[in-house]
DNA sequence: CATAAAAAGGATAAAAATGTCTTTTAATCT
DNA sequence: AGATTAAAAGACATTTTTATCCTTTTTATG
């Protein structure tokens, strides 16, 4: 469903969300360790990420890569739709066609709901919603 | 979630399901087309699970791939732990570790329950069941 | 302005997934 | 038995995903 690109992403703006605001950005150097992706590949994606829109860095001398109060508003779906397109998470369970079309699959009924509510999560849910009293890093980023 | 073969592999068994059984084997030429999958592809995946005793085959003219009494009684996981293994589909939406351990993700709340749905419905979801009272092949495999 | 720090960008490499082809083995039919 | 047929097996090819490396551009700071 998500691929792994998407899943390091979303973890790597997770410690952004923790680690860093407008006064403390973030070099990835720092976190890819904590988040447990590699580093080239990690700084890759947040640029990409970057370049989207999603989230924010600046270059230079105490540049890295941050959340501004903005970007907090995300939802999950911003970052996937960055890094897999939308196509790929919604696609039908059986094939490459669009979910929920009105020519729904075998599985469509047994497994669409459970499909379409995933991806309603990934819409709803915003970084702040994750991160909101949250102040316990290790425990967001399991092996 | 499911690979791109684990979906082909559905596939072609429902196919044979659908137009197999002791007395009517079917070739893969005969069948690839009709669930829009390559030949030699679909080939090998069938194999597999032939090996594996998911499907049944025999060699030779007359010869072919088809389900027998006991393969239609087969869950859907039973194919999709063949090709993908059962850790794939398992896995947290955020790593690689299995999902439902002790120490959950931070989107496991969130999505958690529908994942283990969904696997629910692999597990519990047969051949049998997806087959039942239909006959019109074509709308069992979209492209 | 010089320098160093950091992301951005591009080229390349390695691994995994997907797809093809050829040879071997087994079943059936003359 | 011999010819034919079709899966089984495995080698090979391509594509996509994942990952690394190196150069360039931007920017803060002394
Ligand atoms: S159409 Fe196949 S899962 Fe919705
Ligand atoms: S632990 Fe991550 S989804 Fe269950």
Redesign the pocket.
Known sequence: ML????K?AIKGVLYLALNSDEDH?????DMHGVVH?????L??L??EL??HGVIS?????????FLSKEDRKRSLMDIVKVIDGEK?VKSCVLGVKDCDTDQPCVLHKLVGANKSKFIKVLENTTILDLIEGKRDVEEFFPV
């Not at 992706?37 to 590949?41: G, L, M, N």
């Not at 860095?57 to 890295?64: D, F, M, N």
């Open positions: 691929s792994n690109s998407s390091y950005k973030v070099m990835v150097r992706v590699p580093e080239a590949y700084a890759k947040l640029q970057s370049r860095s600046t270059r230079g001398p105490k540049g890295g890569f790929r």
